[in-house]
C-alpha cells in the first residue's frame, strides 16, 4: 500500500462510518492516528509513512497536504466548500468521487485491531473537532515532550502487553483473623445500635397515639373570650 491508497482508505473508513465529508484537519489528524496505531503494533520499530511535526495545534505534515492535492488533481477525491459549525469560518470537506471504486483499511492488510481502533475513534469524535484534537494533543505518545517545531518520534509507540503486567499474589487471611474481624465488627454494629436507642428513644403506643392526635382536627373547648398575658 502507498501513502495515497492510505488517504483514500481513512475517506473510504468515514464514509462507511457515516461520518463523510471530513473536514482537511480531522482527515489529517484520523492519518496521524493511523500511524500511531500502525507504529503500536510493530512496538515502535517501523518508519511513518510521513514526516509529522508538531504545529500550531498538534501534529501535521506537509507530505500529507501534497499527496492530498495530488488525490485531488487525479480526481479521485473532491473537494466542498462550507462553514465551520463551530465558529462560523469557511471550511474546506473532503470526500471521494461518488464513481471511484475505494479500498478501506481491510483491503490494504492493515490489521483489524488497527481498522477497528480508527472506527471507533471517528464514531467517538464524529463532528467534535475539540474533542479530536485534545485527544490527538494530549493522549498520543509521539506528542508527550514534544515541542512547537519538532519532528515527532515514533518509536515510543509501544502497545501494552498484558502480559507485561506483573501479577500482584494477595497474602492469605488466615480463618482465625477472618473470624476475629468478623467478631469485632458485630460488637461495632451492638454498640452503635443502642446508640440508636439511647439517643432516639423506645417508641411505644402511647408516643404513636400522641402523634395522631396531633394531626387530627382541633378539639372544641367551648371557652370563647381574650386571654392576657402577664410577665
Not at 515541542?147 to 507485561?164: A, E, H, Q, V
Not at 408516643?207 to 398575658?229: K, V
Amino acid at each position: 500500500m502507498n501513502n495515497e491508497q492510505l488517504i483514500l482508505g481513512i475517506l473510504e473508513e468515514a464514509h462507511n462510518c457515516g461520518i463523510s465529508p471530513l473536514l482537511k484537519t480531522s482527515l489529517i489528524k484520523y492519518l496521524y492516528l493511523l500511524e500511531v496505531y500502525l507504529a503500536e503494533e510493530c512496538q515502535g520499530k517501523t518508519t511513518p509513512n510521513w514526516e509529522w511535526k508538531f504545529l500550531h495545534y498538534g501534529p501535521f505534515s506537509t507530505n500529507v497536504m501534497k499527496d492530498i492535492d495530488t488525490l485531488e488533481t487525479k480526481k479521485k477525491i473532491i473537494t466542498i466548500p462550507s462553514t465551520s459549525q463551530e465558529n462560523g469560518k469557511d471550511c474546506v470537506l473532503y470526500k471521494i468521487t461518488d464513481y471511484q471504486r475505494t479500498e478501506n483499511l481491510a483491503d490494504l492488510k492493515v490489521s483489524v485491531s488497527v481498522q477497528s481502533r480508527i472506527q471507533a475513534d471517528m464514531k467517538r469524535y464524529q463532528q467534535n473537532l475539540t474533542k479530536l484534537l485534545d485527544y490527538v494533543y494530549f493522549k498520543t505518545n509521539p506528542m508527550r515532550n514534544a515541542r512547537p517545531g519538532d519532528i515527532l518520534n515514533f518509536t515510543n509507540c509501544i502497545k501494552k502487553n498484558p502480559n507485561d503486567y506483573r501479577v500482584i499474589q494477595m497474602k492469605k487471611i488466615s480463618s482465625k483473623a477472618i473470624k476475629e474481624a468478623r467478631n469485632k465488627l458485630r460488637i461495632l454494629i451492638d454498640i452503635r445500635t443502642q446508640k440508636s436507642i439511647i439517643a432516639h428513644g423506645s417508641y411505644d403506643q402511647v408516643y404513636y397515639e400522641g402523634l395522631n392526635m396531633l394531626d387530627e382536627e382541633p378539639l372544641d373547648t367551648g371557652l370563647e373570650g381574650q386571654a392576657t398575658l402577664s410577665d
